[in-house]
């Protein structure tokens, strides 16, 4: 089987155990990149990769390449994992240590938010889950918040305006 085929499959096998949507590109060379959106943490998914990879024949022409993780993060995790900090009620602290470790001014509270919530993205499986039912409405209206028309008449998004939203309420 070419190499290209196995690596479709291989992703559909990831894809199948992780319950989200892998893909797997080629780069150059021997090298090829896994990425995925939100769903298990970068060390979960080289578990589960080399699993794959060690656990029988069906992936042997894989096995010798250079497989990168990337793990992109979408708006809506970005927007579940802020709504249930705010929840949970550690937003306003973290964002005040923030402030007063860096030295930033208040206007730079929306920088301090993204960030804060951008590390819990990073180091939460499966971030894009809703946390509590009672999340749902705020995290709609973050994740609305997060386009913007622009004078041009295009569009623009940006977690920093989820921010920005979520700062004002």
Avoid: F
């Amino acid at each position: 089987m070419n190499r290209s085929r196995e690596a479709i499959r291989l992703a559909e096998h990831l894809s199948q155990i992780t319950a989200i949507h892998v893909e797997l590109a080629h780069d150059s060379g021997a090298r090829w990149v896994l990425r995925w959106h939100d769903g298990p943490l970068r060390e979960e998914m080289r578990a589960h990769l080399d699993a794959a990879l060690a656990d029988s024949d069906r992936y042997a022409a894989m096995r010798d390449r250079t497989i990168g993780c990337s793990r992109l993060q979408t708006r809506q995790a970005w927007a579940a994992r802020a709504t249930a900090a705010r929840r949970e009620n550690v937003l306003a602290p973290a964002i005040a240590e923030s402030a007063v470790h860096k030295g930033e001014q208040e206007s730079d509270e929306a920088s301090a938010l993204w960030l804060y919530v951008r590390r819990l993205w990073e180091n939460t499986s499966y971030p894009e889950r809703v946390g509590a039912p009672e999340d749902a409405p705020l995290i709609e209206q973050l994740v609305a918040a997060s386009t913007r028309d622009l004078p041009s008449g295009s569009r623009t998004t940006s977690e920093l305006y989820m921010a920005q939203a979520l700062l004002a309420k």
